[in-house]
């Protein structure tokens, strides 16, 4: 009963920027972790940013720098923006959302970063 609509993926051009959102849905209810992972070809699912209940962040560290994950103030929406882009951030982009220590995971929007 758990739903994860992801947004804004799409082609975008090295060096702009782009911003992902996840709205969660449905029960919701003590959601302990919000955040977005990818994966590229021929590598294993990476942890890009995370958010707490609590508000604390993490970045990956090829993220760090150009990277900001924040939740609305409903708490039921992460928002990952990322400002220059590299060809290197193009993958698959995963919401994950842990719910009561229970993760869920979206159906993956694709970003592509053009040279």
């Known amino acids: 009963q758990v739903h994860l609509a992801e947004s804004g993926g799409g082609s975008v051009q090295a060096g702009g920027s782009l911003r992902l959102s996840c709205a969660a849905s449905g029960s919701i209810d003590g959601i302990n972790l919000m955040g977005w992972y990818r994966r590229t070809p021929g590598n294993e699912r990476e942890l890009v940013a995370d958010?707490?209940?609590?508000?604390?962040?993490f970045y990956a560290d090829s993220v760090k720098g150009r990277a900001t994950i924040d939740r609305d103030s409903a708490r039921d929406t992460v928002n990952l923006e990322v400002s220059d882009l590299k060809p290197e951030d193009t993958a698959i982009y995963f919401c994950?959302?842990?719910?009561?220590?229970?993760?869920?995971w979206g159906q993956g929007t694709q970003v592509t970063v053009s040279s």
């Open positions: 994950n959302v842990v719910i009561r220590w229970r993760s869920f």
């Open positions: 958010i707490t209940a609590a508000g604390d962040t």
